[in-house]
């Protein structure tokens, strides 16, 4: 019998949870959960306990409280290093770990620590400095797959005949268009307020530039789409891009849903790409802003929109994506933090949400990114060797794991000027690198 026996001392929906997704999801094991002693002592297939101590010379995993407890409190955590792994809720021997690895998991997956933070930045937004994960020194590991792959090792050890799921790695190029051109489409006024403000701050290449767009037919700087397709097409990399449909803001500044190039350049789009919607910087507080945003682009795209990333990586949990159930969204791509790279929520894989406040997991399925192009540049003032370094670190972490690696990008970024000097070999880099890296598998 190929299915695993669990012996825990008491139910929970947050031990059947990260059972899942840890279990089910990253290892591909059948398994089920028992409280009756008798039956998990007789059981002579694949089994372990997770309790506050073994039955007998089974394989156990001590358990700390956090599983059984039904509320949100601090935490009183530790780190401990262990193989390739950092866990909290050090435990002692006879575990066969030194931390319990699901609670660990668990303190994660659920960003249960912001459910306590009130202390955020100027955009309303959870601090990087503030993750267990960052002050842990982990943040750029995915360290539940991390577990995974100890929990498969020991299981292994103790069950040759024990099957597990094969992962592969796998790139995925996510794109938002918070500004769909640079000259384009944005109207006299605007144009021309632009042009008096380069000529106040002598910045004549913009003049330039914004003149031979407007006037002679050149191409939008912005306008990289082509470009992007050609070398994700070039690399058989997956793409999914986000539209910023938003009415006009301070910090929502793309052009109108009703512009016509815009609709059209959507359309086109959508025939080649999975597309999402890219929820303005203040949607994530209105269900009404919410649901007419979402709405204009299942106008444009007749299509029904599954997928969501939050502008400006904006959100507060468990509101925001409640509120994305509410309007019918099933997908969020906005797991991950802006002024640093990494894994907010310790994993690379997707997983359900769950909410802390009901207890209960959601329909809602996150797809947590690995990086976002505007965090070298624009939060830790990286070039593009640099940054490129980066992103080849982080994925050579997601490979050793086998997971899936979501890079955030903007159409904005491929330019080739000022800060984005060098950004278009950074993206052709990363794309012929995982490219290399699935064809080998």
């Known amino acids: 019998m190929n299915q695993l026996l669990i ?33 998990f002592t007789a059981h002579t297939g694949p089994k372990f306990s997770y ?27 530790d780190f401990c290093d262990y193989e390739k792994t950092t866990g ?16 660990s998991a668990f303190l994660m997956i659920t960003n249960y620590n912001e459910y306590l933070l009130s202390k955020k930045d100027k955009y309303d937004r959870y601090r990087a400095s503030q993750s267990l994960n960052y002050q842990a020194g982990f943040l750029e590991k995915p360290m539940i797959n991390y577990y995974a792959l100890e929990i498969k090792k020991i299981l292994g050890a103790r069950y040759p005949a024990l099957t597990f799921k094969e992962n592969k790695f796998e790139y995925v190029a996510t794109f938002d268009v918070d500004m769909a051109y640079s000259y384009l489409e944005k109207g006299f006024k605007i144009n021309t307020a ?8 002598s910045d004549f290449h913009d003049v330039k530039n ?7 037919g050149a191409k939008d700087p912005f306008d990289t789409y082509d470009y992007i397709f050609r070398v994700c097409d070039k690399n058989n990399i997956k793409t999914l891009f986000f539209f910023l449909l938003g009415d006009k803001s301070k910090l929502d500044k793309n052009i109108s849903h009703e512009n016509e190039r815009f609709r059209d350049l959507i359309k086109q789009i959508s025939r080649h790409s999975q597309v999402g919607i890219h929820l303005s910087f203040k949607s994530h507080a209105s269900n009404g802003i919410m649901q007419q945003e979402i709405q204009r682009l299942e106008e444009i795209t007749g299509q029904k929109t599954s997928a969501n990333r939050y502008h400006y990586l904006r959100f507060t949990v468990p509101t925001s994506f409640m509120r994305l ?7 969020d791509y906005s797991m991950g933090y802006a002024s640093r790279v990494g894994f907010r929520a310790g994993t690379c894989s997707p997983y359900w949400f769950y909410n802390l406040v009901k207890n209960e997991r959601t329909n809602l399925k996150i797809y947590p990114f690995a990086f ?7 939060y830790n003032r990286l070039n593009a060797e640099d940054s490129l370094e980066k992103i080849l670190q982080l994925m050579k972490y997601v490979k050793e794991v086998e997971g899936p690696m979501l890079g955030l990008w903007h159409n904005s970024s491929f330019t080739e000027e000022r800060e984005w000097a060098g950004w278009r070999n950074v993206f052709e880099t990363v794309a012929r690198k995982a490219a290399a890296l699935t064809h080998t598998q």
Do not use: W
């Not at 632009?194 to 701050?201: E, K, P, S, T, Y």
């Not at 976002?372 to 624009?378: L, Q, V």
């Open 51 to 77: 309790a506050r101590a073994p039955l007998g010379d089974e394989v156990f995993f001590s358990n700390a409280p956090l599983l059984f407890e039904t509320d949100v409190v601090l935490q009183p955590v």
């Open 372 to 378: 976002m192009d505007a965090t070298f540049t624009h």
């Open 88 to 103: 909290f809720y050090l435990v002692q021997a006879p575990s066969v770990m030194p931390f319990d690895p699901f609670a």
């Open 210 to 216: 914004r003149f031979n767009v407007l006037f002679r």
């Open 194 to 201: 632009g042009f008096f403000r380069a000529v106040l701050l």
């Open 7 to 39: 012996y825990t001392e008491k139910c929970s929906p947050r031990v059947d949870y990260i059972f899942d997704f840890v279990l089910r999801d990253l290892l591909g094991l059948d398994f089920a959960i028992t409280q009756n002693r008798e039956d």
């Open 325 to 331: 159930i509410k309007a019918g969204v099933t997908e």
